[in-house]
C-alpha cells in the first residue's frame, strides 16, 4: 500500500472521525436480477443471547481452555472503546480486537464457559485514580477522559482536587466485568479484562502544523452548522472537507518525502502512539481499582443491548445488534408465487419482464437465512426502507433512523457500523475472497457493482477498500 494513502487515511480519521456517531447505511446494488425462485424461507425468533462463533470456540481449545491464558489474551489483545451497553457482542469484539467492558465481558465470558467454567457478570460503579483513569482512555489528562466517557453515554463523576480547584484527582463511572468460578478456587474471583493501562510512546518531531489542523477545522465548521451550546457539528459539506483533507495530506506528505529521517519511518515512529502495557502474572484475587457498588447477574439485562430495526412495507423486524454485527444483511426481491418466477424465467431474466406483469416479495436475509417477508409488490414498484438505531443509554435514550427507497425486483445490501475492523479481520476477508468497505458517509454508488450477493461489505466510519482481494486501495 502507498505511503500516501496510509497518510491520508490516519490524518482524516485522527482529525475528523474519531468522534462520528454510530449509523446505519442501506446500500443499493442494482447490478442483477438478484431474486431467488422458488426460495425456501424460514424463519427467525429474536434472542438477546449470542451464539458463540467459531472463532470463540477454535480460541478456547488453542488456549487448552486454561482460564490464565483466556482472561490475558482478551486483556492484552482486546482494545478498550468507551461506550455504554453490549454493541458488538462477544463474537465481533474478537474479530475487531476491540470492546467497551460489557463487549469484553461478554467475550471473557463466552470464552471461560466455553472452557467449563462458571461465570457471572458485575455491573456497578468504580472509583479510578486521575492518573489511571487517563491512561486507561489513553487521553491527555484525566479531565479529557472523564469528557470521554461522558461523551460517550457512560455515566461519570468527578472528584475535584481542593487546592487547584479544576484538576481532576478521581473518576468514579459505570463499568461491568466478569466473576468466575475457577476449579481452583473455592470462592468467585474478579475478572477484568477491559481495565487496562497504555503508555504513550512518542514520536518523532511531527511536520504536522498544529496551526494548518487549527484552521481546516475552523474552515470545516464554517461550511457546517455548528452547535456550540451542545457541541455538535452537523450538516458537514462532504465535498469542501473532502478536498480541504486532501490538500493538507498532500502537503504533508511532501514534508515527509522532503526529510531523510521520516522517509523510512512509520506512521507510529512518526507521529507516537498508545502502547499497551500487556500482563501475564497469575490472576489476581482483587480489582485494580475502588468498587462502590454493583449488582450481579448471569445473565446482561436486555435494556443494555443496542438494538437495531429494519421496517420495510409489512416488514418489521427487530434484533440486538451482537446478533448482526459483522454480518451479511441483505434485501432480496424475489417472485411472489411461484407462476411469477416461471414467467421471469420464461422471459430470460427480470430485465426482460414488464414490470406489470410480475409480484416481488421482499425477504430480509441475514448471513444468507430468511429472517422476515413482506406482502408481495409490483415489479418497479418502490417501497421505503427505514432502518433505526437504538443505543443502550440508561438514563436517557438515542435513536437514529436513515431511510432508503427501494425498488421491487433489486438486490440491496445493508451495512453496519459497530466498531472498528482490525487488519486481521481484512485478512481474514482477503483469504475468502473480495471485501469492501463503503466511501466516507456511507454510501456506495458505483463502487459496489463489481459486488456479487455472497461478498462481505464491511464499514469503519469512512474508510473504504476496494477490491482487496485483487489490489489495496484507501480511498477517502
Known sequence: MAIKEIFCFFVIFAILMSAMPISIFALENNITSAYVHKASL????????????AEIEQLA???????????????????????????????????????????????????????????RYVYGEIEVSADDVAKWLRSENATQAANFLA????????RID???????????????????????????IPLDPSFKLYEYVAGLESPLSLTSTSNLLNETINTSEYDKTQGWVTSVNGTFAVEKMDEYANEIFNLILSDSELQNRTFTQVFGYWKLQKESHPLNHSLPYKVTSSTKSSVIPEEYYHKARFKLGTIDYSTPTSEIAGKRITIHFVPATEEDGDYIDQAGGIFEVPPDRVNMKPVLFIEGKSVAE???????????????????????????????????????????????????????HISNGNSYLPKFGGIIHSEIHSAKPNDILIIEDGVYIENIYNETTYTV
Open 42 to 53: 424460514g424463519s427467525h425468533e429474536m434472542s438477546n443471547s449470542t451464539a458463540v462463533g
Open 61 to 119: 481449545s488453542s488456549l487448552d481452555y486454561d482460564p490464565v491464558k483466556l482472561f490475558y489474551y482478551v486483556r492484552n489483545n482486546v482494545d478498550y472503546e468507551p461506550y455504554l451497553g453490549v454493541m458488538a457482542g462477544p463474537n465481533w469484539t474478537l474479530l475487531q480486537g476491540a470492546g467497551n467492558s460489557f463487549d469484553q465481558a461478554l467475550l471473557l465470558s463466552s470464552l471461560l464457559r466455553e472452557s467449563g467454567i462458571q461465570t
Open 151 to 158: 461523551s460517550s453515554g457512560i455515566s461519570t463523576t468527578c
Open 162 to 188: 481542593g487546592y487547584s480547584g479544576d484538576v481532576v484527582s478521581v473518576l468514579k463511572n459505570e463499568h461491568m466485568w466478569v466473576e468466575a468460578k475457577l476449579p481452583s478456587e473455592s470462592d468467585w
Open 374 to 428: 413482506g406482502t408481495p409488490l409490483a415489479l418497479g414498484e418502490q417501497i421505503t426502507l427505514s432502518t433505526e438505531f437504538y443505543s443502550a443509554h440508561r438514563h436517557r435514550s438515542y435513536f437514529s433512523k436513515r431511510d432508503k427507497i427501494l425498488t421491487a425486483g433489486g438486490f440491496y445490501t445493508i451495512v453496519s457500523n459497530f466498531g472498528k475492523v482490525s487488519s486481521r479481520l481484512v485478512e481474514k
